[in-house]
Structure formats: structure tokens, C-alpha cells
């Protein structure tokens, strides 16, 4: 004697469904693991033994989870290195000290070493030895600026910030004001060096401007 079944809640027959599928996924894209060690494939980025696959070479960073003695892998607490630097230590640095984390490890990344305040300061006032001169064209100045705020070079953009510096002053001293173009294209030079050295200097981005155009005022009286 044999009893109906008891129909399938909507529940029970998406279950079912899904698990139909999980097992034709299963069926035609499961590999044999012995086909890996037979063609020499790596399987992800793990050796056969569990150490890793050398991708790639760089010198950004590097992921350390054991260390090598008399030929035998040793774990270690995993380390995250960036530039040579243990990220243990960079954040340590950020926390007590109330540094930019973020943007230092950007920095770090991007250009290959940790930025300070001198190498700022000594940027600031390399503009003495190369300065870069006003045009008087206003066409030409406008275009010749508008290509180096596109360009977005630190050292150029503090080049342009103490240019217009240096011109505004002029300007003031003969009772005149700056152009609303050229005052405004120093406001952009000094966002995009705010963005890039606010954390230099430890200080909020509203306040970079302030400390750079005091440098280049020291850089006029010296």
C-alpha cells in the first residue's frame, strides 16, 4: 500500500532546486586534485608542501607567515610589510603619535619612503634656486599655470604657489590686487598640496596653506 507524499512547502522546493544545482556544478566542474600534481599546476598560490608561490617580484610588500631553519618551515605570527616597513609599526606610529595613516601609507606605497618635515621645508625652499618666473602674457601665463595644476607635481605646484606668491606681495606693495584667475588658480595649487602634505606636517589641511606661504615668506626675507 503505498501513501501519497506530502507536498513541499515553497521553501522546501527552493531548497531542493538549489541543491539540484549545487549538484550539476559539483558534477561537471570538479577537478581531480591528482591532475594538479600530474601537469605541475599550481593550485591558488600555495605549493603542494603549504608554502607559498612566488608570484611576482616587487619591492612594495611582503607577507610573512614562517621562516626557514635547517630546511624546515617554522610559522610565525603572520607580518604585513610595506616598503620594508611592518605595518605593526606603522600603525603604532599613527595611534601614539596622531599621525595621517591613510595618507602616510599612501605615500609610503606610492613613492617608496616615509615623508617629514625637512624634506617638505627643503622642497618649499628649493623654489630659491629654481624659481619659476612670471609671465606677463595673460594668455600664456594662464595656460602655461593651468598645465602644471593639471599635472599635479608637488614640487612644480610649490614652484606655482610661491611664483603667484611672490607676485601677489609685489602686487600689494604697489597698492594693487591679484587677478581673480591667477588668485584663483593659487587656491587650487594649494588644495592639491594640501591633500598630499597635510599629514607632513601633523596638522588639518586648512592649515597647510598658512605654513607653506609662511615658508616662502621666510624664503623672501632671508
Not at 138 to 166: M, N, W
Request: charged letters at 25%; glycine letters at 10%.
Amino acid at each position: 500500500m503505498s501513501f501519497p507524499s506530502t507536498p513541499l512547502t515553497g521553501d522546501e522546493q527552493a531548497l531542493s532546486y538549489i541543491q539540484g544545482i549545487c549538484r550539476q556544478y559539483a558534477q561537471y566542474h570538479k577537478i581531480d586534485p591528482s591532475v594538479y600534481e600530474r601537469y605541475g599546476v599550481k593550485r591558488g598560490l600555495r605549493n603542494a608542501d603549504g608554502t607559498g608561490v612566488m608570484a611576482g617580484i616587487t619591492q612594495i610588500g611582503n607577507v610573512r607567515g614562517y621562516y626557514i631553519e635547517d630546511g624546515e618551515k617554522v610559522p610565525m605570527d603572520g607580518q604585513l610589510i610595506y616598503r620594508g616597513i611592518n605595518v605593526q609599526d606603522l600603525i603604532g606610529g599613527f595611534m601614539t603619535e596622531g599621525r595621517f595613516g591613510y595618507e602616510e601609507t599612501a605615500y609610503l606605497l606610492l613613492l617608496g619612503h616615509l615623508p617629514d618635515r625637512e624634506e617638505l621645508d627643503a622642497l618649499i625652499l628649493a623654489t630659491r634656486e629654481e624659481p619659476l618666473d612670471w609671465i606677463d602674457d595673460r594668455k600664456i601665463r594662464l595656460a602655461s599655470f593651468q598645465t602644471i595644476v593639471k599635472e599635479c607635481d608637488l614640487g612644480q605646484l610649490i614652484s606655482l604657489v610661491s611664483c603667484i606668491y611672490h607676485r601677489r606681495e609685489d602686487l600689494i606693495a604697489a597698492g594693487k590686487k591679484l587677478g581673480a584667475s591667477d588668485e584663483t588658480l593659487l587656491q587650487r595649487a594649494e588644495a592639491l598640496i594640501e591633500n598630499e602634505v597635510a599629514f607632513v606636517l601633523k596638522v588639518e589641511q586648512n592649515e597647510v596653506g598658512d605654513y607653506i606661504r609662511g615658508k616662502l615668506a621666510e624664503a623672501i626675507t632671508a
